[in-house]
Nanobody, 124 residues
Framework: QVQLVESGGGLVQAGGSLRLSCAASGRIFVASAMGWFRQAPGKERESVASISWSGGREFYADSVKGRFTISRDTTKDTIYLKMNSLEPEDTAVYYC?????????????????WGQGTQVTVSS
């Protein structure tokens, strides 16, 4: 059984930083692309970033390019999302997702497994 557990969310002022973590279990991690998505109240889920199984390819939504960085540590079966220069518009529940593909981009349809989410709130 695949489990994804996010952590690291919280309240931060605009311009600040946070690092989200997603710990994976269930033999999904090694050969799987992973991604981060978010959903703000009253809005549809949107993609944030993804990383290939090897970590060699990364994809970012235009809204976070240059501010967010996705990474993975295969020794810990964990992926991270470092978020800098946070804006109130980044406020959302952030979800980690795992794909059965080695490379998956920014479509939620490419991901089969999802975490429960972690809240990020950016105050102005």
């Amino acid at each position: 059984q695949v489990q994804l557990v996010e952590s690291g969310g919280g309240l931060v002022q605009a311009g600040g930083s946070l690092r989200l973590s997603c710990a994976a279990s269930g033999r999904i991690f090694v050969a799987s692309a992973m991604g981060w998505f978010r959903q703000a109240p009253g809005k549809e889920r949107e993609s944030v970033a993804s990383i290939s199984w090897s970590g060699g390819r990364e994809f970012y939504a235009d809204s976070v390019k240059g501010r967010f960085t996705i990474s993975r540590d295969t020794t810990k079966d964990t992926i991270y999302l470092k978020m800098n220069s946070l804006e109130p518009e980044d406020t959302a529940v952030y979800y980690c997702a795992a794909s059965l593909k080695a490379i998956a981009k920014l479509s939620g349809d490419e991901y089969e497994y999802w975490g429960q989410g972690t809240q990020v709130t950016v105050s102005s």
